[in-house]
């Protein structure tokens, strides 16, 4: 059609496309007399309305709207809308209808009657609504295994304050009982001996506590994600580690820059070459840190030459408190440095894997591969 | 013959719409396509004892509205309502419950009762009704849309009652 606006005195098109819209069922009208009897139709999409019957015979929704209706007559804005209605009617196939009702200001009432959205149109709808509900209850099942694996670090936790904890607390109390008899009996030498010891497990206790606390605080909190120049990282770690005599660190590989959890990675890696470190049973030692980018993940591994770690115990070492070396022996650490690897491995979204078996070859290595989200070659890379 | 408008509400899933096609219909589908917006149905009560025939003019309406349907045009001049639970999901039933009340404050004096649906599934051991479900003078009828179970009579006791008191 020209582009020409259309008139009154031009309405030829719009008369054309409104007969020929009405013909293919897209809309009906039907006049109403005051009485709300049907006095003409039309229109496809109404053919099933009689003439002569009262409009609520074939527009059954609009019983109980007959005083709304009538009272439009007094009001030229007014209009009385149902949307979406589905008429069942028997032996008739109608459509889902918008029917509007407006005062024609002569009297009578007349009906807009259009098709409203399909069937079709509504299973597509709801085909969208019920992914959404899928991907809803997906995610309710990954937040229920995040509550499981929770409630299971709750139960290491309960483990490790009823069995660990107590240890110190036992050891006062044996120790205080010894120190009254070492009183009663005169033996002050003993008695201040026994009281050092005391003092020597309540610090031990503490410490246990504070590092305790420290691990349970690991990927609870918002871990700031950023882009972390690993090179540098490392670096810096290889420099603050103290390390003895004879016990050699070195650098290898490609180490990118890597959008990360940067407190998290640090923690991990820290902990690991301290660990090598503090394990190894040289001088001479040699502890090798590397990285390497995998398909979509970076790969840091932490070897030593040291005594390595029976295969029997990878997965326990990884349990807060629970260290191969014993408690009285010097390098023996806390027991956490594992654990405060694997938490952070989790918060990183990072596996975490042991590699050793000392009855085939000495050392021990251990891999945490990061899921990379974005990364860039850095300036110092070999 | 005079005609009243019946609201069927309740939860999505509850029957509603197989209630409604068992009746007029005398079918039960057993694919399952949920009600978007609402669907309307005519169904002729015949005369009984004291009782003219009458039509119903029965609304089922979409789950989804919740307690927005009181405010919605499509429940002007209704007469009653028929407020549906399913008998396997316990949280429909306190749904139906605060349909119910949601409903006699709207629009008091009107008739209003409970079906809980899908009998055939539970046989006997219906969970436990809510409390506002079981207060005296609560009228509470235990269909089964599939087989039939009570169907009519739910609808039967409805007119009924809208007769009496109009």
Same mark, same amino acid.
């Not at chain 1, 109390?173 to 010891?197: C, N, P, V, W």
């Not at chain 1, 190894?280 to 090798?288: A, F, Q, R, W």
């Not at chain 2, 349907?69 to 139906?96: C, P, Q, S």
């Given at each position: ?255 990118? $820059? ?113 899921? $990379? $989200? ?9 | ?52 025939? !009458? ?60 079906? !809980? ?8 051991? !219906? ?35 809208? !007769?009496?008191?109009?």
């Amino acid at each position: 059609m020209a582009s020409d606006e259309i008139t009154p005195s031009k309405a030829a098109p719009l008369l054309a496309a409104g007969r020929l819209l009405a013909e293919r069922g897209g809309y009906g009208l039907v006049w109403l007399d005051p009485g709300l009897v049907v006095t003409a139709r039309y229109g496809r999409l109404v053919d099933f309305v009689e003439i002569g019957e009262p409009v609520t015979d074939a527009l059954l929704p609009l019983i109980g709207l007959e005083a709304e209706i009538r009272a439009l007559a007094g009001n030229a804005d007014a209009v009385v809308e149902l949307p979406a209605v589905a008429i069942h009617l028997p032996g008739r196939e109608i459509p889902r209808l918008n029917i509007t009702a407006l005062s024609t200001g002569s009297g009578e009432t007349l009906l807009l009657v259009s098709r409203a959205i399909t069937r079709a149109d509504l299973e597509a709808q709801l085909a969208a609504h019920m992914r959404a509900r899928l991907i809803a209850e997906s995610e309710l099942r990954a937040k229920s295994r995040a509550l499981a694996l929770a409630n299971r670090d709750l139960e290491d936790f309960a483990a490790i304050i009823s069995h660990d904890l107590l240890a110190p607390l036992r050891a006062m109390r044996k120790l205080t009982d010894d120190a009254r008899g070492d009183i009663l009996r005169s033996a002050d030498e003993q008695a201040l001996s026994r009281l050092d010891d005391i003092a020597s497990q309540s610090s031990r206790m503490s410490r246990m506590l504070r590092e305790l606390l420290d691990y349970a605080s690991v990927g609870r909190k918002d871990e700031v994600v950023a882009e972390v120049d690993t090179r540098r990282l490392i670096e810096d770690i290889v420099r603050s580690i103290p390390r003895p005599e004879g016990i050699a660190l070195r650098i290898e590989g490609h180490w990118p $820059r890597l959008e990360v959890a940067g407190a998290a990675l640090d923690l991990a890696l820290r902990n690991l070459v301290a660990n090598a470190v503090k394990h190894h049973d040289g001088p001479p030692g040699l502890v090798t840190v590397s990285a390497a980018e995998g398909e979509g993940c970076v790969s840091f591994a932490v070897a030593d030459d040291g005594p390595g770690i029976d295969p029997r115990y990878h997965e326990a070492i990884l349990l807060p408190f629970r260290t191969l070396a014993a408690p009285d022996r010097a390098a023996g650490g806390s027991g956490l440095g594992l654990a405060f690897v694997k938490r952070a491995a989790e918060a990183m979204g990072a596996r975490f894997e042991v590699r050793s078996d000392p009855m085939s070859r000495r050392g021990a290595t251990f891999v945490l591969t990061v899921p $990379r $989200r974005r990364s860039r070659p850095s300036a110092g890379d070999d | 013959m005079a005609a009243y408008k019946v609201m069927l509400l309740g939860e999505i899933g509850v029957g509603k719409s197989s209630l409604v096609r068992r009746l007029v219909l005398d079918r039960f589908d057993i694919d399952y396509k949920p009600t978007i917006g609402v669907d309307v149905y005519r169904y002729e009560v015949p005369a009984d004892t004291g009782r003219p025939a !009458v039509s119903l003019i029965i609304w089922d309406t979409d789950g989804n509205f919740g307690e927005a349907i009181f405010r919605h045009v499509y429940m002007k001049e209704a007469a009653a309502a028929l407020v549906v639970g399913d008998a396997t999901r316990i949280e429909t039933l306190d749904t139906m419950a605060e349909l119910g009340a949601g409903f006699r404050d709207a629009f008091p004096g009107r008739h209003w009762a409970y079906i !809980v649906n899908k009998l055939d599934l539970v046989g006997e051991a !219906v969970a436990a009704l809510p409390e506002p479900l079981t207060r005296p003078g609560i009228t509470l009828t235990r269909t089964s849309a599939l087989t039939g179970h009570n169907v009519q009579a739910a609808f039967h006791q409805a007119a009924a009652t809208i !007769v009496r008191r109009s």
